[in-house]
Nanobody, 123 residues
Framework: QVQLVESGGGLVQAGGSLRLSCRAS????????MAWFRQARGKEREFVAA???????TYYADSVKGRFTISRNNANTLDLEMNSLNPEDTAVYYC?????????????????WGQGTQVTVSS
């Protein structure tokens, strides 16, 4: 089992920045890819960014490319630096981890999920 705990959410004005962190514990040696997803109220959960174990491969959603940066500092920590935030970025952000061998943007490929952290961007 792998446990994931997110932190760093909060309220920020449009144009501002936030940094989210996800800490993994348990059988982290089994984790290959880690990712961030988000879910706005009344909408489906969507992919934000993902990085593989070595950090050599990263994926971003088009909506955040150039504004968000994902970084896997070690096998147990995943960060998301969010800049130039706008109200459309308001959502609960979830950290996810998978035990596969190919980095994925698909929610169904991820085996473990954190409880989420709220990010609210005011206009």
């Amino acid at each position: 089992q792998v446990q994931l705990v997110e932190s760093g959410g909060g309220l920020v004005q449009a144009g501002g920045s936030l940094r989210l962190s996800c800490r993994a514990s348990g059988r982290t040696y089994t984790v290959f890819g880690m990712a961030w997803f988000r879910q706005a109220r009344g909408k489906e959960r969507e992919f934000v960014a993902a990085e593989n174990r070595s950090g050599g491969v990263t994926y971003y959603a088009d909506s955040v490319k150039g504004r968000f940066t994902i970084s896997r500092n070690n096998a147990n920590t995943l960060d998301l630096e969010m800049n130039s935030l706008n109200p459309e970025d308001t959502a609960v952000y979830y950290c996810a981890a998978d035990q596969g061998t190919i980095l994925s943007r698909m929610m169904g490929e991820y085996d473990y999920w954190g409880q989420g952290t709220q990010v609210t961007v005011s206009s």
